[in-house]
């Protein structure tokens, strides 16, 4: 009897050892660096990587390609060991890296590869249809005054894009043109804009170019002969001082920008008339007549936003610009355009 419950015991406890699961040992390494990290193909819109495959004490699950700018990381399941990332802009430079993850721990980066996209060597086409308008945002206004042109024209087509507008005065791009396309908005097939700070009483051949983000610059469209009102008034207004500029969005483009400053004075224009221009980085982002203050702007602009602002009045006479305030933006994977 005794010899038959021994023998039951032990077979029990055979049973239960063998129902007792061993307890694996938690993954506490992460695979090895990716290494030899190298482009194998480069054109205007993509780039083919390559790179040495990791290794790891358990397994390596996948990689993760990405380079700071770009809208995704690009995951690739091991034993791949290339990716090609598109979606890429002409003529740009990505600095690529690329991580091993082994399902719970992730590597740490591969060295990093610098890489420029073929350029885009093609101009736009010109624009055309260029014209007198009378009329911004459905309401009328008056196109032509003493100090101030209003422009449309049929926008222009370009391979790759986004395409700046250059408007010639007598040849020469002006630094005084204002886009009516509010900042963010979308781009239609035609275009409106202001060129200002004209002299009153003088007659101007002008004409506008496209711009590709390549730099390449269209033909000049068909030019048009305008003369602008008279007026005697010489003297321009005292020059505003800018107190605030600054991002207060949500660091999406476009961005806000709070503005603040200071009203000019004018010998002829009352302070209701006298306008002000709004520029960032030399170009005139938004006009504001006969307000000064606290206001809101928008940037399309990631980066440095150097803000200054001048006053004009009714016979175009410019202030000297304002001091400067310079804000970084950033807005991350977001573009505008």
Same mark, same amino acid.
């Given at each position: 009897m005794r010899t038959a419950l021994k023998s039951f015991a032990v077979a029990a406890g055979l049973i239960l050892l063998a129902t007792s699961p061993a307890v694996a040992a938690p993954d506490t390494k992460p695979p090895s660096i990716p290494g030899n990290l190298r482009a194998t193909q480069v054109t205007q819109t993509a780039v083919t990587l390559a790179w040495s495959p990791s290794t790891d004490n358990v397994r390596v699950v996948s990689y993760s390609v990405w380079a700071p700018g770009l809208d995704a990381v690009v995951l690739v399941n091991h034993p791949t060991t290339t990716a090609t990332i598109s979606g890429l802009h002409p003529g740009a430079t990505y600095a690529f890296r690329v991580h091993a993850s082994d399902g719970i721990r992730a590597s740490g980066p591969s060295s990093i590869l610098n890489v420029t996209t073929q350029p885009d060597v093609a101009a736009p086409s010109? #624009?055309?249809? *260029?014209?007198?308008?009378?009329?911004?945002?459905?309401?009328? !206004?008056?196109?032509? %005054?003493?100090?101030?042109?209003?422009?449309?024209?049929?926008?222009?087509?370009?391979?790759?894009?986004?395409?700046?507008?250059?408007?010639?005065?007598?040849?020469?791009?002006?630094?005084?043109?204002?886009?009516?396309?509010?900042?963010?908005?979308?781009?239609t097939t035609v275009s409106k804009a202001w060129v200002r700070q004209l002299e009153p009483g003088t007659t101007y051949n002008l004409s506008v170019r496209a711009v590709d983000s390549g730099g390449n610059a269209?033909?000049?469209?068909?030019?048009?002969?305008v003369t602008t009102d008279a007026a005697s008034?010489?003297?321009?207004?005292?020059?505003?001082?800018?107190?605030?500029?600054?991002?207060?969005?949500?660091?999406?483009? #476009?961005?806000? *920008?709070?503005?603040?400053?200071?009203?000019?004075?004018?010998? !002829?224009?009352?302070? %209701?008339?006298?306008?002000?221009?709004?520029?960032?980085?030399?170009?005139?982002?938004?006009?504001?007549?006969?307000?000064s203050g606290r206001i809101i702007i928008y940037t399309e602009i990631s980066g440095p936003n150097t803000v200054t602002i001048v006053a004009v009045d009714a016979a175009g006479n410019a202030s000297a610009p304002s001091n400067a305030i310079t804000d970084n933006i950033q807005w991350g994977i977001s573009y505008c355009g």
């Open positions: 010109a #624009p055309s249809g *260029l014209a007198l308008a009378n009329s911004v945002h459905g309401s009328p !206004v008056d196109g032509l %005054t003493a100090s101030k042109i209003l422009l449309t024209w049929t926008n222009s087509t370009d391979d790759f894009g986004p395409i700046k507008y250059q408007v010639l005065v007598n040849g020469v791009p002006s630094p005084n043109v204002f886009d009516t396309r509010p900042a963010g908005s979308p781009v269209s033909a000049a469209s068909a030019p048009i002969t008034d010489t003297v321009a207004p005292t020059t505003p001082t800018l107190t605030q500029a600054g991002g207060v969005g949500t660091s999406v483009c #476009p961005e806000e *920008l709070l503005v603040n400053y200071t009203a000019a004075t004018d010998d !002829v224009t009352p302070a %209701t008339g006298v306008e002000y221009e709004i520029r960032i980085n030399g170009t005139i982002s938004d006009v504001f007549q006969g307000i």
